[in-house]
């Protein structure tokens, strides 16, 4: 296996958010390019990401597993400078990486082995679907946090509503002038400290879409032109006054 990246900072900001949620994880490298499938410990939230063959510069892999430890992946491609290129080689039970930008420097990362079954994102149904300005969506996730640890996702007569309520409350209304909006009244609340680290996936491209129903699990889109990063939520599910 050998695949190089001539622009690896977003790869490095991906691995980066996903080892908040996880410590472990198979990197799949195939015909089809690379891919992430993994979930958080307490099975609360999971992570899918996708690059395509088409965003490497070079690429030749049979269908291979990499089992790598996130942090320690995370620690090596933060060494990538602007204008550096990152080349990944498998050699028995490593992952030889090499950053080439002046010089060539050579890191060798220990595979491990992932206890298990191998995981996909599901195929889910919702009612509602909305598509917004990424940053209008940190901001809300943002201004709930000050509020509670929680926050709710609502629609009602056509607008979609970001709320958080405890002692004190915030929240953020968008009309069809603002998000693309097709979706029916519902209502599902989550957990902020996920969101809070799933916004980070929001900074690397323009849009986010939210895929949700009443009490619902809840996934989310981050879509730019080499990648895809999804996360699925589990509805936190309780009494509110």
Aim: charged share 30%; hydrophobic share 45%.
């Amino acid at each position: 296996m050998r695949i190089k990246l001539d622009n690896p900072a977003f790869l490095s900001k991906v691995v980066d958010i996903i080892s908040e949620l996880v410590t472990e994880a198979r990197i799949k490298v195939n015909e089809f390019g690379m891919s992430i499938t993994a979930i958080d410990p307490a099975n609360v939230a999971m992570v899918g990401f996708k690059l395509p063959r088409s965003a490497f510069s070079e690429f030749e892999s049979d269908n291979e597993v990499l089992g790598v430890n996130l942090d320690n992946l995370k620690r090596i491609l933060k060494r990538c400078n602007l204008g550096s290129s990152l080349v990944l080689e498998r050699q028995e039970n490593l992952l030889n990486i090499f950053i080439q930008d002046r010089i060539k420097r050579i890191f060798s990362l220990n595979l491990v082995e992932i206890e298990g079954e191998e995981k996909e994102m599901p195929n889910l149904d919702f009612s509602s679907r909305v598509e917004m300005n990424s940053i209008d969506f940190i901001f809300a996730v943002e201004d709930c946090a000050v509020v509670d640890d929680a926050c709710s996702f609502i629609v009602k007569e056509g607008k979609f509503i970001i709320q958080a309520k405890n002692l004190n409350s915030a929240s953020s209304e968008f009309s069809g002038d603002e998000a693309k909006i097709n979706a029916e009244d519902c209502k599902a609340r989550y957990s902020l400290e996920y969101l809070q680290k799933f916004i980070k996936g929001a900074k690397l491209c323009d849009k986010t879409i939210l895929n949700f129903a009443n009490e619902h699990p809840l996934r989310i889109d981050f879509k730019a032109g080499h990648f895809e990063l999804s996360f699925i939520l589990a509805p936190r599910v309780e009494t509110e006054d």
